[in-house]
């Protein structure tokens, strides 16, 4: 069964720093594409962060420069690094392949506020 645990987030105020992770088991996450979603409150899902099966990555250009996505293929996990953050990026994060093709998991909830 495929399980996909998000973790790290938060309330953190603007200029600060969070770093989520996501624990993969149930497919060989070592082969696939991983990416970081987020969706914020009325808005549509979208992708952030993309990292390929061997390290190249892409941002969306709303975080890039500030987000760094890594991922560990000893451990099945991704990670995502979130610096300078804005209110803007308030939202439920998610991690799932780079094409969505898994069940989503749970989540989690990254607030930027003062």
């Known amino acids: 069964q495929v399980q996909l645990v998000e973790s790290g987030g938060g309330l953190v105020q603007p200029g600060g720093s969070l770093r989520l992770s996501c624990a993969t088991s149930?497919?060989?996450?070592?082969?696939?594409?991983m990416a970081w979603y987020r969706q914020a409150p009325g808005k549509e899902r979208e992708l952030v962060a993309y990292?390929?099966?061997?390290?190249?990555?892409n941002y969306a250009a709303s975080v890039k420069g500030r987000f760094t996505i890594s991922r560990d293929n000893s451990k099945n996990t991704l990670y995502l690094q979130m610096n300078s953050l804005k209110p803007e990026d308030t939202a439920i994060y998610y991690c799932?392949?780079?094409?969505?093709?898994?069940?989503w998991g749970q989540g989690t909830q990254v607030t930027c506020s003062s």
């Open positions: 799932n392949t780079a094409t969505g093709s898994r069940d």
């Open positions: 149930g497919f060989i996450f070592g082969i696939n594409a």
């Open positions: 990292i390929s099966s061997v390290g190249d990555t």
